[in-house]
């Protein structure tokens, strides 16, 4: 990503704008752990796709005027060699317009007395703010306090959310972010191969999880794009497991739901194995209903094929293939064996933050994922792609990582 592409991605947005709006979009703060110690900052992701600044308690503020003209300014925390001296250096003004193509900037303290100025000209009509909350209890954010804020000090101002039309640019992904994610493919797949080829019964699953970090961890600091789900025998049954504490016993299934970032974008791809090497006859027959389900979608996804007939098709699809393996007695009884949705899009978040569409249409990207949990049978999985919507079908984004039984087998073999 350069920043031309930044540049691009905040015209796009201006256009979706009326004349006399506001643009103001927070990177976020750190969230207090404990006592002095906070958790590792996470750039908003709304602000990365304007700016590629990971920087925390930056702002980006787009003007558009009544004629139409666009501005454009970056706030930052301004130096601070005591602060620096802690926790780093914070980047610095030409730094921040090289990366995001933004020419002025401006440091924290003089955002709330331009915004006043901005805001008291009578020059805008509207603010917008980025309000998402994924769920009502969310605690505010920095957008929701400007929000009260604005709706107090300045009443004649109205409130849009910037996250609607973010969420619409976001759904179609840019030739450069489909590049950056079929390296983060490649990433994620040298993470699964390194535990496929750690795996053996007594293994704990932090010890799977360590082959994974380490292998990601070659790429550089930050590559990680979410907490990786890795699970062994009956934690497969918890669908999203992060404690890591099991052990892999003869005959258990592996679990993994991993995924690396490439310049922000995110993959998201799970593969289930024995983690003695070899597929038992139960866990092969399971294994080959789920693979053939993903094979099945990956040769009907196009264009015009609408969104909620994906996740349908994968559910009805697998459940046909389970009762013809005789593991069901009717496809009604599919909700004992999938416990989960089959497709979200993915890139600057895991679970990405799009406008749903009514069809397909080419550039979107999103999971094809197959989830089987046979509880009586002490087998759970989940086969998880990545797929590209493209002019005239799709791509499998995730096909080089092992993922039929063959090569699953192979790679733990040692033979690939």
């Given amino acids: 990503m350069n920043a031309s592409y930044f540049t ?65 300014r970056l706030y930052l925390l301004p130096p601070d060699a005591h602060a620096e001296r802690w926790t780093g250096r914070r980047i610095q003004p030409d730094e921040a317009t090289a990366v995001s193509g933004v020419a002025e900037v401006r440091y924290v303290p003089a955002f709330q007395a331009d915004l006043h100025l901005l805001a008291a000209s009578g020059r805008y009509e509207r603010l917008y703010l980025d309000l998402y909350r994924c769920s009502p209890d969310d605690v505010d954010r920095p957008a929701h306090r400007l929000c009260a804020l604005a709706r107090r000090e300045y009443p004649f101002l109205q409130i849009g959310n910037a996250n609607a039309p973010l969420r619409a640019l976001r759904t ?61 025998g009956d934690n497969n049954f918890c669908i999203h497991y992060y404690s890591y504490t099991g052990q892999a016993q003869d005959g258990d299934m592996i679990l993994n739901d991993v995924g690396a970032q490439y310049q922000n974008m995110i993959t998201d791809v799970s593969r289930g194995w024995p983690c003695n090497g070899k597929f038992t006859e139960r866990q092969r027959l399971l294994y080959e209903c789920a693979l053939s389900t993903s094979n099945h979608m990956f040769s009907i996804i196009r264009p015009g094929m609408r969104m909620q007939d994906v996740d349908a098709t994968i559910r009805n699809y697998n459940a046909e293939r ?66 590209l919507v ?22 733990m073999a040692g033979a690939r």
């Fill in 172 to 232: 179609i992904k840019q030739p450069c972010e489909i590049e950056a994610l079929r390296r983060a493919e490649e990433i994620t797949g040298e993470g699964i191969r390194a535990m496929m080829r750690l795996s053996r019964p007594g293994l704990y699953e932090y010890q799977y999880k360590a082959a994974f970090d380490h292998a990601l961890g070659q790429h550089g600091p930050a590559v990680q794009g979410f907490p990786p789900i890795i699970s062994a």
């Fill in 390 to 411: 493209t002019e005239t079908g799709c791509e499998n984004l995730s096909a080089a990582i092992p993922r039929t039984v063959e090569e699953i087998e192979a790679v």
């Fill in 322 to 387: 389970l009762v013809e393996a005789g593991v069901m007695a009717s496809v009604e009884d599919i909700g004992t064996y999938m416990w989960h949705g089959g497709a979200h899009h993915i890139s600057y978040d895991v679970h990405d933050v799009v406008k749903t569409p009514e069809v397909l249409a080419p550039g979107m990207v999103f999971c094809v994922d197959v989830g089987i949990y046979h509880e009586a049978w002490g087998i759970g999985f989940r086969l998880e792609d990545n797929c």
């Fill in 8 to 72: 691009s991605n905040r015209q796009r947005l201006a256009e979706a704008l009326k004349p006399g709006s506001l643009v103001v979009l927070f990177s976020g703060e750190e969230l207090r752990k404990t006592n002095d110690e906070y958790y590792p900052f996470f750039a908003d992701r709304n602000f990365v796709y304007l700016t590629g600044l990971t920087c925390k308690e930056a702002a980006l503020l787009l003007l558009k005027e009544q004629d139409g003209a666009v501005r454009e």
